[in-house]
């Protein structure tokens, strides 16, 4: 027998929160849903689009009512629930009739604040919170002229906007002297004010309004000074209020909103409630993503999981006020223990400014050009030291590619045809069209029906202004920890604390010990949890054959036409005569197609059919060759120069530290792939400034740089530390490696690790605490036992023969 769920709401928390329960338990309940408007659920967030006559009806509907029925939900639309008999669990409708439950969502949402003044009951004052208050504003504007709309926030300046596009003139009243005071500061509401009243919109600032004048429909609204302005339709634009009145009368305890625990369940263990209507630990939300938070975690609870907690939501908010980009978060106004950074450039209609206590981000505004707000909240979240690019902080996040260079690849700016990421190949078209036609609203799921973000992360910023520019006014990001993949509901770092704390010694352990939603993961989560588990239990874990990427399962580089590539360490760069003579007699005796050099000052061996891999790699083997990993999220390559051995300018003898280093560091895995570099003078010839640990010499010693990569976005390294010998650099090598691989997330470079974790953070661990960098160099040096075996050889006698072994062909 299903349980019985009846949802008292058909709005976007409430639908979302059954959305997710069909995904962990579709057959656990008989589902019953009770709305009081004649639609199904619809994107509220689009009204102001809906009447600016950008979209209709059809285009805001989320689920219609086939989707209801494909999930065999019972839609009752326009019927009203006036009472809930918790003794004997029935909900009673407006019209009499009554239906059973067993476990009761609320999600009545919120109803739009009504100022108590004489005259707000005559007919023209209505508030801006359903399909209906569109329609009667829209059949006024056919009609009527003047249009007054009290509230200077984000919904007023919406209905504002969207009433001026129909022909009224329009008055926003404000009680404060700065609009949308929660989200801006009073410079960045400068701005928007000047930019609207260019447009078209007037306003009346510090207003109080006293009454609203009219015998059969309102004709003035009166101000506390004695002045009047005409007015044939009035919006109320103040504020919601959670809608409370049912659970009230039902005994359910409420304060400002319904109140909840971290479940989402009310002091009536059967009855749980989400969205606007919710009070949780002393907050109210009107936002999309911490509503969609809690119906996940109330989802999780309602499926009989349990494991989820919500524990809050402090958001970021970016938004789109009449198509001018704003972004807010944290503390933005600060206070007499801050201080403030900021960037400000009228003529172009930018404004950043950036509150900061101690060198971390306490609180960000942004006006005009918000593509690294999701940058900045990140710094705010994890409560990064920026002391390290306090100089250049205000101008983006250029270097990692989220923030471009001006006007050009401002993300509203771009046609439909331009490429939003390159990894997968991806265009702002593309994503546009699947978050109308898929009725996307988060990042994770842009990410799940394109793939755009779901690579390197670098284009994260551009996805979510498509976000706020195409979902509407009110996107937002919740500081959340996001979950490793959608089979869990853990992140990276609950995951390998698990891992560490319980003693989980394989794949299998991690997915049952932490409840996986899928019984066996998925290509996402396997290789992280794969390198997870080597990284934690060098010694005692076996790897997951299954659980790697193909290049990783047979240990060459996949090519376009099916074969592969391979290339054999040579140490440093290092080579002799008789190593080339006898590379070159192997590649003779394999016909292999192409022998090429590579950037990194290895010979590639390209177009061996994936049969010949294991004999091919045995003769390697006896010449004496290694893998060189170059497939792998693993070390790569030492670049190195001559040096001081035959340069006139080296100073320091550079390819043997780059050998050195390499036979200490060769067969490591890591979260991404590292190269390393270590160039004889500051002349930087083997360019170990773009790499993820360099090394440059100097008369005194050697500079250790961190952090760089090159490619497609060119990151330079930063400055690490100066140290006196060769045994130091081996040591802070090791130390800086073990570091990565323990702290960083799965297929996270170290370039955006830094700008995550801040240079500050590697410093405190191994730089200035030299207990903590020779700990880590010894982990390092303990695990390096296990990993330094050549693959290449293991298989070369046998193992895994399977993967080389071509299939019969069958009849």
Not at 424 to 444: P, Y
Request: proline fraction near 3%; glycine fraction near 10%; charged fraction near 25%.
């Amino acid at each position: 027998m299903k349980e019985k769920l009846i949802l008292v709401g058909n709005g976007m928390a409430g639908v979302r929160t059954l959305e997710e329960v069909l995904k962990l338990a579709p057959d656990h309940y008989d589902i019953t849903v009770y709305g009081e408007e004649p639609y199904g659920n619809y994107n509220r967030i689009m009204l102001s689009h809906l009447l600016a006559g950008e979209k209709t009806v059809d285009d805001i509907i989320i689920n219609d009512e086939q989707w209801y029925s494909d999930n065999g939900i019972n839609l009752h639309k326009g019927k009203a629930i006036t009472k809930i008999d918790r003794r004997n669990r029935k909900v009673v409708c407006a019209d009499g009739s009554s239906d059973s439950y067993e476990r009761l969502l609320l999600a009545t949402g919120s109803q739009p604040f009504m100022i108590p003044v004489p005259g707000n009951d005559l007919p023209g004052v209505i508030g801006f919170r359903d399909i209906h208050d569109v329609n009667s504003m829209l059949e006024a504007a056919k009609k009527k002229k003047h249009a007054v709309i009290i509230g200077g926030g984000l919904l007023g300046l919406e209905a504002a906007n969207g009433l001026m596009q129909q022909g009224m003139s329009v008055t926003v009243v404000h009680l404060l002297d700065t609009l949308m005071e929660r989200q801006l500061d009073a410079s960045a509401a400068t701005m928007l004010k000047r930019s609207l009243e260019e447009r078209g919109l007037h306003f009346l600032m510090a207003a109080e309004t006293e009454a609203i004048i009219g015998d059969q429909h309102v004709e003035k609204v009166r101000f506390k000074d004695g002045t009047e302005i005409y007015a044939d339709l009035v919006v109320m634009a103040v504020g919601i209020r959670p809608n409370i009145s049912l659970a009230q009368t039902a005994g359910i305890h409420c304060e400002r909103g319904i109140v909840v625990s971290d479940t989402l369940q009310t002091y009536d263990p059967r009855i749980y409630a989400v969205g606007e209507c919710v009070q949780h630990r002393g907050l109210t939300y009107g936002l999309v993503a911490p509503l969609f938070e809690m119906s996940r975690v109330c989802a999780n609870h309602l499926a009989h999981l349990g494991i989820r907690r919500y524990e809050g939501s402090v958001t970021s908010t970016k938004l789109k006020v009449t198509g001018i980009d704003l972004f807010s978060a944290g503390n933005f106004e600060g206070d007499e223990n801050t201080e403030e950074l900021v960037f400000r450039d009228e003529a172009q209609g930018i404004y950043r400014k950036l509150v900061v206590r101690d060198n971390r981000i306490q609180g960000a505004v942004m006006y005009g050009d918000t593509i690294d707000g999701s940058w900045y909240f990140d710094l705010l979240r994890d409560e990064t030291d920026i002391s390290d690019f306090r100089k250049t902080i205000l101008f983006g996040q250029g270097h990692l590619g989220d923030s471009g260079h001006g006007d050009d690849n401002r993300v509203a700016a771009m046609s439909d045809s331009a490429e939003i990421c390159g990894c997968n190949g991806v265009s702002k078209g593309d994503i546009v069209k699947a978050i109308n036609e898929k009725k996307l609203f988060t990042l994770d799921d842009v990410r799940a029906h394109t793939k755009a973000s779901s690579s390197c992360g670098s284009c994260t910023g551009l996805v979510e202004s498509l976000l706020a520019l195409t979902v509407g006014g009110d996107y937002s990001v919740a500081p959340h920890l996001k979950p490793l993949c959608a089979c869990t509901d853990y992140s990276h770092d609950d995951i390998r604390g698990a891992i560490a704390k319980n003693e989980l010694k394989s794949v299998r352990k991690v997915l049952d010990f932490l409840e996986w939603k899928t019984p066996d993961g998925c290509g996402k989560c396997r290789p992280a949890l794969n390198y997870y588990l080597v990284c934690a239990w060098p010694g005692e874990y076996k790897d997951d054959y299954q659980s790697r990427f193909i290049n990783e399962r047979v240990h060459a580089n996949i090519q376009k036409d099916g074969s592969y590539s391979i290339v054999p360490r040579i140490w440093g760069g290092d080579t002799t005569p008789a190593q080339l003579k006898s590379l070159a007699q192997i590649a003779e005796k394999y016909e292999v197609p192409t022998v090429h050099i590579t950037g990194g000052q290895r010979i590639d061996l390209l177009g061996i059919a994936k049969s010949v891999l294991p004999a091919i790699w045995g003769d390697l083997s006896k010449a004496g060759f290694v893998s060189g990993h170059a497939y792998g999220k693993a070390v790569r390559t030492v670049k190195t120069c001559v040096g001081s051995d035959w340069c006139r300018f080296g100073t320091q003898n550079s390819t043997k530290m780059g050998i050195d280093l390499e036979k200490l560091t060769w067969g490591s895995w890591t979260p991404h792939k590292f190269k390393l570099a270590v160039s004889g003078c500051p002349r930087n010839c083997a360019e170990a400034t773009i790499k993820d640990f360099g090394v440059v010499a100097v008369d005194s010693g050697w500079e250790l740089h961190v952090g760089g990569n090159g490619g497609v976005k060119v990151r330079a390294t930063d400055f690490l530390c100066h140290v006196d010998s060769a045994e130091a650099v081996l040591e802070y090598c090791a130390a800086f490696l073990q570091l990565y691989r323990e702290r960083a997330h799965y297929l996270e470079r170290t370039a955006p690790w830094i700008e995550r974790v801040g240079l500050s953070f590697i410093k405190d661990e191994m730089v200035d605490n030299a207990e903590g960098r020779q700990t880590l160099a010894q982990r390092f040096y303990a695990s390096q036992k296990f990993a330094q075996v050549d693959p290449w050889a293991e298989r070369a006698e046998g193992l895994d023969k399977h993967e080389f072994t071509p299939l019969k062909k069958v009849g």
